[in-house]
C-alpha cells in the first residue's frame, strides 16, 4: 500500500521553502514512566552501577515536579502523573486531569500543542513511538480527545465524548513521519466509510508495515508506518518472558527465593524496527527543512512493562531509549541549531531494593506484598527488582519527580535545578519561535 507524495505535499514543500529564518528543530524524547527508579535498574543491571548510559554524560539537567489535576474535581491536584495528563502537560504547558488529550480538564476545551503550532508556522513535524501511534503520548501532540482510548471510530471512548477519533486527527493534521505501533488501525472503518489505511494515502502517505519498507523507504518520504498489532513487542524478556511474582514460601513460612536470572532478548521483537531505527528515518525525514522541525520520539514501553512488573521489559526498552538519545545528540551536534530535550511524563513503580540474603531467611511473606524479581547483572551481581503498589500485574504509576537532560539549548539553565512540567513547553516554545 504504497502511495507517490501527493501533489498537494509538493505544493506545500515549495512553499515552505521560500522561508529565509534560519533553520531550528527540537528533538523531545520522552521516556515513558521513566522515572529515577527505572534509570537506576537499568544501570544496576547494564553496568553494575556505574555511569554507563548515554543520558548519565549528558551535563545540562534537572528535575521535573509532575502532578496532574483530579478527574472528579479539577481544582484539586493528583500528585501522580499519567501519560495523557503528562504529554498533554509537556505538550502545552497546561495541567490537565488523568486520560485527558490536550483538552482542559474544566471544560474539554482544546489547548493547541507545539505540534500543532509548529505546523502552522511551516516546521515539519513527527511522532514516533514504539506503543501503537495513536497511544496518550504521541496523541497528546497531534490530538485532542476528553479520553485517550478514543483510537478510532469503533472505540467506545470516542462515542461517550463525541471526539473525533484519534487516528483520524493524526492523519488530518498531516505529520510528516509516524511510526509506531498499530497495523490493527488500517483496516477500521471510518467516518466516510472509508479505512484508516485508504484515508491514510489520501492524505499522501506511504503505508508501510514491516521493517524492510522502512529501510528501503526513500528518507523524506510522507510516512504512516506501523508495525505491530497494537503495541510494539519489547526487546527484552524475563528468563522464560516471567516477571516480578508473589514470594513463595516454605511449610515453616520461611521465604523461598528463586535463583537470580538474566534477562533475554524477546523473541516476539524479531522483525520489528528499533526505536533508533525509526528515529533514525524520522531524523532524516525532516532534516534541511528551510524552516526546521519538531519530532517528538517515545520509548513508550518502560512503562508499559513496569505494569506488569517485569524488570528486563523496563531495561530493555531504557537502554533503546537510552542509545536513540545518543544519536539524536550526535545528530544535533552535526546539524547544528538542534536542541534535544529528553524527560519523562511520569513516574512509575519500580524499585531497587536488597537482594535476599541482606535479610537473612527470617523474611516472610506477609513482609513483603507485592511482587519481586532477582536479577543476575551482567557483571554477575544479584539485583531485586520489586514493585509493592499492587499484588496483581497492574502496578501504578508514582508521584517522584522525573528528570530532564538538554542538548543544545540557548540557555540550558532554563531546564536545570527543580522544575515544574509546565515549564518544558516554554522552553520548547522560545527554541523554535523567537
Ligand atoms: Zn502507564
Given at each position: 500500500m504504497r502511495s507517490l507524495i501527493t501533489a498537494a505535499s509538493i505544493i506545500l514543500l515549495s512553499t515552505t521553502s521560500i522561508s529565509t529564518a534560519a533553520p531550528k528543530n527540537i528533538i523531545l524524547l520522552i521516556g515513558d514512566g521513566m522515572g529515577e527508579a527505572e534509570i537506576a535498574l537499568t544501570r544496576a543491571y547494564e553496568f553494575d552501577g556505574d555511569e554507563g548510559l548515554f543520558v548519565d554524560e549528558m551535563k545540562d539537567r534537572g528535575s521535573v515536579i509532575v502532578k496532574q489535576l483530579m478527574v472528579d474535581d479539577p481544582s484539586k491536584i493528583e500528585f501522580a502523573g499519567e501519560s495523557a495528563s503528562g504529554g498533554t502537560t509537556i505538550s502545552t504547558g497546561n495541567r490537565t486531569s488523568s486520560g485527558r488529550v490536550a483538552v482542559r480538564a474544566e471544560d474539554g476545551s482544546h489547548y493547541i500543542t507545539i505540534l500543532e503550532e509548529a505546523s502552522e508556522k511551516g516546521f515539519k513535524t513527527g511522532l514516533v513511538t514504539t506503543?501503537?501511534?495513536?497511544?496518550?503520548t504521541p496523541a497528546s501532540f497531534a490530538a485532542h480527545a476528553q479520553d485517550r482510548y478514543c483510537f478510532m471510530t469503533s472505540s467506545s471512548a470516542c462515542s461517550t465524548f463525541n471526539d473525533t477519533p484519534i487516528v483520524e486527527q493524526m492523519l488530518d493534521h498531516n505529520v510528516d513521519v509516524m511510526l509506531g505501533g498499530g497495523t490493527n488501525l488500517l483496516p477500521a472503518l471510518e467516518a466516510g466509510g472509508k479505512t484508516v489505511g485508504e484515508k491514510a494515502v489520501d492524505h499522501g502517505y506511504s503505508v508501510i508495515t514491516k521493517r524492510k519498507e522502512l529501510m528501503e523507504l526513500a528518507s523524506g518520504t510522507k510516512t504512516f508506518g506501523v508495525f505491530s498489532n497494537g503495541h510494539m513487542p519489547v526487546e527484552w524478556q524475563g528468563a522464560g518472558g516471567k516477571g516480578a511474582d508473589i514470594i513463595a514460601i516454605d511449610a515453616n513460612r520461611t521465604v523461598i527465593f528463586p535463583e537470580p536470572v538474566a534477562c533475554e532478548a524477546n523473541p516476539k521483537h524479531s522483525g520489528m524496527p528499533r526505536l533508533e531505527e525509526m528515529a533514525e528515518f524520522a531524523l532524516e525525514s525532516l532534516k534541511n527543512d528551510n524552516k526546521g522541525f519538531f519530532l517528538m520520539i517515545e520509548g513508550a514501553s518502560i512503562d508499559k512493562q513496569a505494569h506488569v512488573a517485569k524488570p528486563c521489559g523496563t531495561i530493555g526498552e531504557m537502554l533503546a531509549f537510552d542509545r536513540t538519545v545518543k544519536m539524536a545528540v550526535e545528530f544535533a551536534k552535526k546539524q547544528g541549531d538542534t536542541a534535544v530535550i529528553v524527560t519523562a511524563d511520569h513516574g512509575q513503580s519500580t524499585q531497587v531494593i536488597y537482594r535476599p540474603e541482606a535479610y537473612a531467611g527470617t523474611l516472610r511473606r506477609d513482609h513483603i506484598p507485592g511482587l519481586y524479581q532477582l536479577l543476575l547483572t551482567k557483571g554477575g551481581n544479584e539485583l531485586g527488582a520489586y514493585y509493592g503498589t499492587n499484588n496483581i500485574n497492574d502496578q501504578s504509576h508514582t508521584g517522584v519527580n522525573v528528570p530532564i537532560y538538554s542538548y543544545g539549548l540557548d540557555d540550558p539553565e532554563q531546564l536545570t535545578g527543580v522544575i515544574q512540567q509546565t515549564e518544558i513547553y516554554g522552553v520548547m516554545s522560545k527554541f523554535l519561535f523567537e
Open positions: 506503543s501503537i501511534i495513536t497511544d496518550a
